[in-house]
């Protein structure tokens, strides 16, 4: 029988290999906060394919081994705490014959953040100096951080950048005058240019695992839908709350994962327990802008599946 002295030795040795396994497998490094941004070099090294060039693979991990090597799958991260888009009509509504004057560009080609603000009113607060987003759309539409939306008493549903839902719409005051606009919460999404997608080996509607890692904190995003056009340029679009769970900021730099490749070594599927989500769970796991399908690595319950349905947050397979 081992003493009470050799199984606390033998306990410490198990947490050290544990820690150094997890090292190993799981946080990505968190780029220099001074000098030139690597997210805007690693785009360009995504298009010119110098990425991963005498590199090793994600976490300092050779390619070959059971990871993905995500050294070339390594994209710039843009974080949005909220996002107005208008048409031009509704600009005219709210700021008269006055243009737009532009604040700076945005990573996507074209688009830009204009000087002018106006305020957003919801059932139990407001929000103020919400910049819009250019150029002018179709038609107008403001996402919103879950946490934000929380705060001036909204629950809208998670959307893609493509899509628009009417179900819950705020009032946005400007200068001149007011207008209705739907709100929705943005469901991360990347965007690659032709050249990056063909490097990465993606396509145009594939859905992947994203990880992001900031300083002593990691997520990995499931499920996130990619978008491919000539109008692109190589990059995750979060939220805040997506940005502040995984402790990084605009700019900072995501790694692509496969969905089919491990995402972090463990023991086998059989002794692995999947955690139980229940219906309680899913408003948690919304605000954190993940969204669930049957391949989620949750056990789902159907009370669980119908309330993630309900909140626009459910992708059948």
């Known amino acids: 029988m081992m003493e009470s002295v050799d199984i606390e030795r033998l306990a410490q040795l198990i947490a ?40 090793p693979g994600l976490d300092g991990m050779e390619p070959g081994t059971t990871h993905l090597d995500a050294s070339a799958r390594r994209i710039p991260i843009g974080v949005a705490a909220h996002e107005l888009v208008l048409s ?26 204009y000087r002018e603000t106006v305020r957003v009113i919801g059932p139990a607060g407001e929000l103020s100096g919400v910049a819009v987003t ?6 107008s539409r403001l996402a919103l951080a879950r946490s934000e939306a929380r705060r001036i008493g909204l629950a ?13 719409a705020v009032t946005v005051v400007g200068p001149v005058g007011s207008v209705v606009v739907p709100t929705v919460v943005p469901a991360a999404h990347v965007y690659l240019d ?33 978008f491919v056009g000539g109008e692109f340029a190589a990059e995750l679009r979060i939220d805040v709350d997506e940005a502040n769970a995984a402790g990084v900021g605009d700019g900072d730099v995501a790694s692509i994962l496969d969905p089919t490749t491990p995402i972090a070594a463990g023991p086998p599927p059989r002794t692995r327990r999947r955690p139980l989500l229940t219906e309680r769970d899913v408003d948690d796991v919304a605000a954190r802008g993940e969204v669930l399908s049957p391949e989620s690595p949750y056990l ?12 626009g947050i459910w992708r059948e397979g």
């Open 156 to 168: 809208p549903p998670v959307c893609g950048p493509l899509e628009l839902r009417e179900d819950v």
């Open 16 to 55: 050290a290999e544990l820690v150094a396994r997890t090292r190993g497998n799981g946080v990505a490094p968190t780029e220099p906060p001074d000098g030139p941004s690597r997210a805007d070099e690693i785009a360009t090294e995504a298009a010119d394919g110098s990425a991963g060039e005498d590199r």
């Open 88 to 113: 031009e009509g509704d600009w005219r509504t709210l700021f008269g014959a006055v243009g737009p004057t532009t604040d700076r560009p945005l990573r996507q080609p074209g688009q830009v953040i």
């Open 134 to 139: 250019g150029p002018f759309r179709e038609r």
């Open 194 to 226: 032709p050249a990056s997608a063909e490097r990465f080996g993606l396509s145009h509607g594939r859905r992947v695992h994203v990880r992001c890692a900031g300083a002593g904190r990691a997520i990995t995003l499931h499920d996130v839908p990619v």
């Open 300 to 311: 789902i319950t159907p009370a669980a599946r119908d309330r993630a349905r309900s909140l």
